[in-house]
């Protein structure tokens, strides 16, 4: 379930559209309604519009709306043996069907009221009834087939009956076995397309998973961190952060400091391993290169080695990037920057040639 928001207000006062779609027939209901409905106000519309035609739901599946995050609603759901599943931003791709079907309301009622903005909720049952009258491409059914066994009548449908009319009775038991046989073909459909799909997707991407106690880096997102993000140029991580616990394969969360202001928990596609290096006390050590450091010598001054030229020597030849890799794995950070000049210039060189 999830909202249109954002249309205009109609003559009856509703402004958005509650739209409620059921995951195995792909059946869709258009519910009207105001913006400024609370929690009590959706449960009393989804009751009367869906639970009335279909009975309750093992699962609800939304994004994290503050009337599905409220007190009432997780009472309610949880009182009738419900499971409610709630998206994040970092991974919309849990309420992904809802999120198609409200773009296609959104294109109809764009397409079907031009002109006329001021009364689309009196239309909306019978975009509803087509919605579900069309062929779906991962049933390769309309929803009302799914649901009932056959397509209900259209205008087109109601033409004159023949004067000869033999009615034909179908008895209980044949009906029954037709419609448990769409839904066998309905799993068996969509459980092949969820097959193709997660087989493309996994298709040459590698398994990765975290343990409690592991460092690793986090992805900033510009929508979740909009202050440390504000600029084109600001850093795009941040880290290493200690993984305090895993939610599971797909969320873990962080021993993240309180300045930052959001939620501990991330998605797996925004952590980065952390590499380093130990110390002879088994200490972690930190390989980052901090701008805001000042500059120094990077090797022990008690060593032997610490007298040698650190200097980089001119590299003959291309400059590839494991080169570029091995050279800096020996410096430090001054001759790290000090090198990166010389790349610059010794680049811009052969650029002037060409």
């Known amino acids: 379930m999830d909202f249109v928001l954002g249309l205009p207000r109609t003559s009856r006062g509703v402004d958005s559209i509650f739209v409620v779609v059921d995951h195995f027939s ?5 519910i009207p309604r105001h913006k400024v409905d609370d929690a009590s106000n959706i449960a009393r519309l989804f009751f009367r519009e869906v639970v009335s035609l279909h009975g309750l739901p093992k699962t609800i599946v939304s994004d994290r709306d503050a009337k599905f995050l409220s007190h009432f609603w997780r009472t309610l759901w949880s009182r009738l043996r419900t499971k409610l599943s709630f998206s994040t931003s970092c991974h919309p791709q849990t309420d992904r069907q ?7 309301l959104s294109i109809l009622l764009r397409v079907l009221f031009k002109g006329n903005h001021k009364s689309w909720d009196e239309y909306l049952p019978h975009i509803e009834f087509a919605y579900n009258r069309v062929f779906h491409s991962t049933t390769k059914l309309s929803p009302f087939e ?6 209900p009548l259209t205008q087109l449908d109601l033409l004159p009956l023949p004067i000869s009319f033999d009615f034909v009775h179908k008895e209980g038991v044949s ?3 037709f419609i448990k046989d769409f839904h066998e073909k309905v799993k068996h459909q969509i459980q092949a397309q969820v097959e193709k799909i997660a087989h493309s997707k ?12 592991d460092l690793v880096w986090l992805h900033l997102r510009k929508e979740r961190f909009p202050n440390i993000r504000e600029f084109k140029l600001s850093t795009r991580g941040d880290g290493p952060f200690q993984i305090s616990k895993k939610i599971n394969n797909n969320a873990y969360q962080l021993d993240l400091p ?10 797996i596609t925004d952590l980065v391993p952390f590499v380093g290096i130990f110390d002879e006390e088994g200490g972690h050590q930190d390989l980052r290169a901090n701008p805001l450091q000042g500059g120094g010598d990077d090797v022990n001054p008690t060593s032997p080695s610490s007298s040698a030229s650190t200097s980089p020597s001119p590299h003959q030849g291309p400059i590839t990037r494991s080169m570029m890799r ?12 000090n ?16």
Do not use: C, W
Request: no cysteine; hydrophobic share 35%.
């Open 98 to 104: 809802t999120e198609v079907v409200n773009r296609s």
């Open 326 to 337: 091995k050279i800096h794995m020996g410096l430090s950070q001054d001759d790290q920057v």
């Open 26 to 30: 792909k059946m869709a209901h258009f």
């Open 146 to 151: 799914v649901v009932y066994g056959f397509n």
């Open 202 to 213: 996994k298709k040459g991407k590698r398994v990765r998973s975290f343990n409690e106690g």
């Open 258 to 267: 309180s300045e930052y202001g959001v939620h501990p928990t991330f998605n």
């Open 339 to 354: 090198h990166g000049l010389f790349t610059l210039f010794t680049l811009a060189k052969e650029i002037s040639k060409i």
């Open 175 to 177: 009906n029954s076995k």
